[in-house]
């Protein structure tokens, strides 16, 4: 039989970016074969990033810095070829889809690859009908990209690379801002690509949809390769030992299931209400409608649904954000105004680098608080909680996509705001991060905060919400019990396990 052709080597390959001691790989030897299917994990800032900025020649012409031993894409030595040389090859998505889009419509985006490939249109034309029927995204055509949701635009960065036919697709976090619906379908695209030969390389904290897939599974640690599982060994690991090693959960069936009970603050009590509802997006229909609850101190009320429900703009409504179409929003019992809300309220954000204006970690945190006593201690107090200490003199922008989502939830715990909306705030995160971030919105709630928090992450949801609001299809906003919320997962995993 014929040996595998080998289409990604690291050779003892370090890597330092410029001006950073904190950041990148060391002495990394690793070989990945044609058509394998490889996973990288670990902790967040372990180096899976830098790992795959290599396999797609952003490193070193996009990211500079220091290296040394040798790494080789389709047998080019990356110190030796431009980004360039690999566009033919190498297809990449991004874990923040937005850096790779060029176009302002899906429907020019999806071919704009396969266009700077020179693949003839007729081509083109037919790899873009498959690829929008296998994908199911035909209601995404005529849309803009600004319109999109974040994991729609996830769908759309996949779909591109897809339609452009290559032969080794690099992934970063691609399922980070996925619904239960879109996660599956990116699990049965990979899965068709790798019965199509490809060769796969995922970067992922999420790992209960790639179980079945991986060949194997590289743990990453401080930059340096900790551990190789092979596909027998992923199959039978155990979610303790995972968790023991800082990994998310394999079998997502095993987790163990809590009520939430808040207890009574001594703080001031606090209340929203809504009373029906309204919005909708000039000439669309109804994005939601009709949607009335309450909250007061001490909830934590997850929302969840779909990519593209409406989701972010609930909150966004709630918080004054944005003005709702009809209904009305009280806060403690009286009408409150959208500007009386946003002084009461802070968000964080999907898209957390849309609120980091500051030049620093630290500096970033004591914005807004300089004229208080004590922020400084606080705010080194909670870096620290948050494994940033390291890091406060470090710009923002530097940060790994987990170390922001970190950063921004940090943010959270310097005001003393009694609103706190959270929009998929575990993007991006490990396993000891997630339960950080979890354990820090049970103190806020503690405290007397009401909590809204949108997640598509069962291991983060499983044991956080006192109750639940599902933003349905019919545009219709229900509110559930916990146990409800967890039944209809466990009956999506056995579906998916079926499959």
Not at 45 to 65: A, Q, S, V, Y
Not at 154 to 179: C, F, H, M, R, W
Not at 181 to 204: A, D, H, P, Y
Request: charged letters at 25%; aromatic letters at 10%; a negative charge.
């Amino acid at each position: 039989m014929e040996k595998s052709k080998e289409k990604i080597s690291f050779d003892g390959f370090s890597f330092t970016y410029k001006e950073s001691d904190n950041f990148g790989v060391h002495d990394i030897n690793l070989t990945i074969q044609e058509g394998e299917f490889i996973v990288l994990t670990g902790p967040s800032g372990c180096g899976k990033t830098t790992l795959t900025r290599c396999m797609n020649g952003l490193i070193p012409d996009f990211f500079e810095g220091k290296l040394s031993g040798n790494c080789q894409i389709c047998g080019m030595d990356i110190s030796e070829h431009e980004t360039g040389d690999y566009s033919a090859y190498v297809g990449s998505v991004f874990q923040d889809p937005r850096s790779q889009f060029f176009t302002l419509h899906v429907k020019t985006e999806l071919p704009f690859p396969s266009e700077n490939l020179g693949i003839p249109m007729e081509q083109i034309q037919k790899r873009l009908d498959g690829t929008v029927k296998e994908l199911h995204i035909e209601s995404l055509l005529q849309k803009s990209i600004f319109q999109l949701s974040s994991g729609e635009k996830q769908k759309v960065a996949v779909a591109s690379v897809y339609t452009a036919g290559v032969n080794i697709y690099v992934l970063d976090e691609p399922s980070a801002n996925l619904d239960w619906g879109g996660t599956e379908q990116l699990r049965q695209l990979l899965k068709k690509l790798k019965e199509q030969g490809c060769t796969i390389v995922v970067s992922e904290h999420k790992l209960y949809y790639l179980r079945n897939l991986a060949d194997r599974m590289i743990i990453l640690q401080n930059g340096k390769i900790q551990k190789e599982l092979d596909s027998s060994e992923i199959i039978h690991c155990s979610n303790d030992w995972l968790v023991s090693n800082g990994l998310r959960h394999l079998d997502l069936k095993q987790i163990a299931h809590t009520s939430v009970v808040i207890p009574k603050s001594d703080h001031t009590p606090v209340s929203i209400r809504a009373e029906n509802l309204y919005f909708k997006y000039p000439r669309e229909s109804f994005l939601w409608k009709d949607v009335s609850f309450s909250a007061e101190s001490g909830d934590i009320i997850g929302i969840v649904g779909e990519n593209g429900t409406g989701k972010s703009t609930l909150i966004r409504v709630l918080m004054g954000l944005e003005k709702p179409n009809g209904g009305k929003i009280n806060l403690c019992g009286k009408y409150a105004s959208r500007q009386q809300r946003r002084k009461k309220s802070f968000y964080v954000m999907q898209d957390v680098d849309y609120q980091f204006f500051a030049g620093s970690v630290l500096e970033e945190m004591l914005s807004g608080h300089e004229k208080e006593w004590n922020a400084l201690e606080k705010a080194k107090e909670i870096l620290k909680n948050f494994n940033l200490e390291d890091y406060q003199n470090v710009h923002p922008s530097t940060l790994s996509g987990g170390q922001k989502q970190r950063l921004s939830i940090a943010l959270s715990c310097m005001g003393d705001m009694p609103f706190l909306y959270f929009d998929e705030p575990t993007s991006g995160l490990d396993a000891e991060n997630m339960q950080l971030v979890r354990e820090t919105i049970k103190r806020q709630a503690e405290n007397g905060c009401v909590v809204f928090v949108i997640t598509h992450d069962y291991e983060f949801a499983a044991t956080l919400f006192t109750s639940l609001l599902i933003v349905q299809d019919d545009h219709f906003v229900k509110r559930i019990a916990p146990e409800q919320y967890q039944s209809s997962i466990l009956s999506k995993l056995f579906e998916l396990e079926e499959s």
